[in-house]
């Protein structure tokens, strides 16, 4: 049977083994035992297990356990209403200043915690009330933070980079640098559009609280802020100054996100920390379950050879490069649509990477290209985890309107993809600049 053939229905049988329900890892696997059973025979199974068990078997992988914990200590305390209550004193004056508060809590608190939901539900649950008080629209108050949730994943430290540079062999630190300038560029456009969308409304006075903070109270929250950007910084220093390799750094932030949490928000309840360390056990369970059966599909896929021919058929289109990177674009949205980002990454980045190689296209300028993609996917249905975090939290507001208030930031993503693909340095500059130019 044609490669490209079977390559197709893989693809078909796997949508339909996801659609059942089956969680992403166990559809995988049976996916890929049984096309190997099919086209190999049942001799190809003996190395099933050697090959999940190979795909763990990685001193990096540390890392994503240890960033899982760190988020879970930031968001078990009030380390999200802190942030936005700090961001809503300082900019309380500003036109669409409460929106741009939310989206910048969103993007510290993402950056912090490294999941989208965990954000949706924390900023959220403060700031669609204090939104809607102040007469914004649903759609505004909803859409906004369900978009401003979708950053954790850009903005280092990402778990996501984290899957995507141990899929490609690429340089974590150099993965994290890349995503600072492009996270910028994307908190930026979620701002202007905030503030024009504000303005076009006529709403300007909307923002304006007829608060007025002294600076005491302005100053006075900072300290229950300032300690865990800190360890931010922190992390990203000991990391970039080659101090610890990202394993190690990302252990060190989990026992200062634990201090901290206990010392400022005094959780000291073993409960709570029990709590703690049994979500972050589960997730990331999940996730390392994922990546083995990851291994376990794209050694299926390469076995009979669907890999190597998608690959040369793709090299064999006679089309100009910037073509087939939207080929790709649109293709990693349509994934985006139906899986999460790190199943996305891990089945598409192995397929993907020689081709955009050959191409010519920096493997690091390309992980800000798809990880963005991803972020799209996180607010679009008919997945759009984020779109029902929202719900959840505010289940008075229909998913239409959480969707249509989604959509100007699924612009601003799409804005941001193309200037990056006019300015590819904004995403390379600052790896080449630390770290010196890749090999």
């Known amino acids: 049977m044609d490669p490209l053939a079977v390559g197709l229905l893989v693809a078909v049988c796997t949508i339909l083994v996801l659609f059942s329900g089956v969680s992403v890892g166990v559809g995988l696997l049976i996916v890929a035992a049984g096309f190997l059973l099919i086209f190999d025979g049942a001799r190809s199974l003996v190395a099933l297990p050697e090959l999940f068990y190979g795909e763990l078997n990685s001193f990096a992988l540390l890392s994503i356990p240890m960033f899982i914990i760190m988020g879970a200590a930031i968001s078990s305390t009030r380390a999200g209403p802190d942030l936005y209550e700090a961001l809503e004193r300082w900019l309380t004056k500003v036109p669409g200043g409460l929106v741009v508060s939310n989206l910048g809590a969103c993007a510290l608190f993402a950056a912090m915690s490294g999941s989208s939901p965990a954000t949706c539900a924390a900023i959220g649950k403060m700031g669609i009330p204090e939104m809607r008080k102040r007469g914004y629209p649903d759609e505004v108050a909803a859409g906004s933070i369900a978009a401003g949730g979708t950053l954790g994943i850009l903005i280092p430290p990402s778990v996501t980079m984290i899957v995507y540079g141990i899929a490609t062999e690429t340089s974590i630190g150099r993965l994290f640098l890349a995503g600072v300038l492009p996270g910028l ?202 779109l029902y975090v929202i719900n959840g939290i505010a289940p008075d507001i229909s998913l239409k309107k959480i969707l249509f208030g989604s959509l100007p930031f699924v612009g601003c993503m799409v804005l941001a993809i193309v200037i990056l693909c006019v300015f590819p340095s904004l995403a390379t500059w600052l790896p080449d600049y630390l770290m010196g130019p890749a090999l």
């Open 185 to 386: 560029l994307l908190v930026s456009l979620f701002i202007a559009w905030a503030i024009y969308d504000t303005w076009r409304r006529g709403a300007a006075g909307v923002a304006l609280s007829g608060i007025n903070y002294s600076w005491a109270q302005k100053i006075e929250i900072l300290p229950r802020v300032l300690p865990f950007l800190g360890i931010i910084i922190g992390v990203l220093y000991a990391l970039y100054g080659g101090i610890a390799t990202p394993s190690e750094t990302a252990a060190v932030g989990a026992l200062l996100c634990i201090v901290v949490a206990m010392i400022v928000y005094r959780m000291y309840q073993p409960q709570a920390l029990w709590a703690v360390l049994r979500d972050s056990t589960r997730e990331s369970v999940m996730i390392l379950f994922i990546i083995g059966a990851a291994g376990v599909f794209s050694f299926m896929l390469s076995s009979l050879f669907v890999t190597q021919s998608v690959a040369g058929w793709i090299a064999d289109l006679d089309v100009n490069r910037w073509v087939l990177m939207g080929i790709i674009n649109v293709f990693l949205l349509v994934a985006g649509f139906f899986l999460p980002p790190v199943a996305v990454i891990l089945m598409s980045a192995p397929i993907l990477l020689p081709i955009i190689t050959v191409a010519g296209f920096d493997p690091i300028w390309f992980a800000v290209i798809l990880t963005i993609n991803m972020e799209i996917g996180l607010i679009t249905p008919p997945v759009g985890l984020n």
